[in-house]
């Protein structure tokens, strides 16, 4: 079975969720309700270097955060994107709405 493991730590000013495994139509409901509650409080970082599986699922919820989050001025980063996510995310035409980041230290 199709596995997503979603892990969250707090910093000043963002909620980091470390992504890993597959993010699809199977798994996206868990990441959703997360990524939802986060983009209306503070910033939201997703270490998507562990992602395997990025289907238009995921990609949904994203575009719909983005939305989501920038109603509030607040942003969507996403830290160190596996081949697979950048690929995924570069294929919506919408790559510049989410910065992509290698290091904590770079979130606004």
């Known amino acids: 079975m199709e596995q997503l493991v979603i892990n969250e730590k707090k910093g000043a000013n963002y909620v980091l969720l470390e992504v890993s ?3 699809n139509s199977y798994t996206y409901l868990d990441f959703q309700a997360k990524v939802f509650a986060i983009v ?3 910033n939201l970082v997703l270490d998507m270097s ?5 289907s238009s ?8 955060a983005y939305d989501d989050a920038e109603e509030v001025g607040n942003k969507i980063y996403i830290m ?7 690929k995924a ?8 709405c989410f ?5 904590l230290t770079e979130v606004l």
Do not use: C, M, W, Y
């Open 21 to 23: 495994g597959v993010l």
């Open 40 to 42: 209306k409080e503070t």
């Open 50 to 54: 562990q992602i395997t599986n990025l």
């Open 57 to 64: 699922s995921g990609l949904g919820v994203l575009l719909a």
């Open 80 to 86: 160190r994107p596996s081949a697979i996510a950048q």
């Open 89 to 96: 995310v570069e294929s919506t035409g919408f790559a510049d």
């Open 99 to 103: 910065p992509i980041i290698f290091s």
